[in-house]
């Protein structure tokens, strides 16, 4: 009897082969088990609130898959990553090589908003894309071999005494022992990075890795239009970083009425009357027509504005220079957490956008 010969072994949940573990492999595994736990929770996709879903999806979802994706940006191929060394590279990112890790992000949000839209979906609820994400676990898994505690095992390793040198050049954990161009060459994720010395970067890394985050949220203008009033606190803190909430989830999310709570996310993802008509106008519906059709000054819409509501509204305009055009009442309605009258001024657009589409198809 002869054992075999295989070409892959599993020791300890990891894939090794005869150069090492095939991190790649294990990463696909791993996303693997999540999306096959986002595929049973499909059928709550509409009974389960969005909140429910946020939670779940960060707290069991997306962690089955992470225990190693901190290593994912040392390993993948510099064809994938190169063009994010591009501050404005706009071009479609390559997700090849982490496909079902970026399946779950994709699939996850998806779920969790009944949206496919993705970047407006990772503003509304914090969560960053897929390479943002993988991005910011290498840079904080930097900080964990700088800081690593001398009764680590793996200390000696890395810390090697005297003149020894720890790795050799080309190898895997010498690039995740000390690549100095992570935190300053991916202008894609934060243009605004210095090249200050590594010891500096790695004690400034939860800054870093905000700044990050926030460059994202405020790449689209969905970003732009949640001002940080409508983020959840991270900390109980008053004297909060304001970027602190820029990266967390919109309290709209967290709306206990069902119907106010869904017209506040498909509003916020810009799925909010979507292929209806504009009760005002009867021209196919988009964000626009808010301010366009004017219905601050249109009844019945006019009845549930007060003039408080207009007051704050105008106020962001002044606070907020870079505001997008299009930021209109309802905006403001959810960035100062009046979801009372945000639902009744949508629930009456929807009907009355509702009838006209019945009388049109009456007629
Ligand atoms: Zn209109």
């Not at 693997?32 to 736990?37: P, T």
């Amino acid at each position: 009897m002869y054992l075999s010969q295989v070409y892959e072994y599993k020791y300890l949940g990891f894939p090794h082969t005869y150069s090492g573990i095939d991190w790649k492999t294990h990463l696909n595994e791993s996303a693997r088990k999540s999306l096959n736990i986002l595929d049973t929770f499909k059928y709550y996709k509409n009974i389960w609130p969005t909140y429910i879903k946020l939670h779940i999806f960060r707290i069991y979802i997306r962690p089955i898959m992470e225990y190693s994706a901190c290593l994912a940006f040392y390993w993948m191929n510099s064809k994938t990553t190169d063009k994010l060394k591009n501050r404005n590279y706009l071009g479609s990112i390559d997700y090849s090589e982490v496909s079902n890790y970026h399946k779950v992000i994709q699939e996850g949000l998806e779920w969790i908003v009944n949206h496919n839209r993705m970047s407006s979906s990772a503003c509304l609820l914090g969560i960053p894309t897929t390479m943002t994400r993988l991005y910011c676990l290498a840079l904080k898994l930097q900080r964990h071999i700088a800081k690593m505690d001398v009764n680590n095992p793996l200390y000696l390793a890395f810390n090697p005494p005297g003149n020894v040198k720890p790795f050799t050049c080309f190898s895997f954990a010498n690039k995740v022992y000390r690549w100095k161009e992570l935190f300053t060459v991916y202008k894609y994720f934060d243009p605004t990075s210095t090249n200050e010395s590594y010891s500096e970067q790695i004690k400034k890394v939860d800054k870093k890795v905000k700044e990050v985050k926030v460059h994202e949220m405020n790449k689209s203008i969905m970003g732009k239009l949640i001002l940080p009033s409508a983020r959840i606190n991270l900390k109980k803190n008053d004297k909060i970083d304001i970027r602190e909430k820029i990266t967390s989830a919109d309290k709209c999310v967290f709306i206990r009425d069902r119907k106010t709570r869904n017209n506040a996310v498909d509003w916020r993802i810009n799925c909010f009357l979507f292929k209806y008509k504009c009760p005002i106008c009867r021209k196919e519906f988009n964000r626009g027509h808010i301010n366009k059709c004017d219905f601050i000054h249109q009844p019945p819409y006019n009845r549930f504005i007060k003039e408080k509501d207009i007051y704050l509204f105008n106020k962001d305009k002044e606070k907020y220079e870079n505001l997008p055009k299009s930021y209109n009442i309802l905006d403001s309605l959810l960035n100062h957490q009046n979801y009372y009258t945000f639902g009744k001024f949508t629930g009456e657009m929807i009907e009355n956008s509702e009838k006209i589409n019945e009388n049109e198809n009456e007629n």
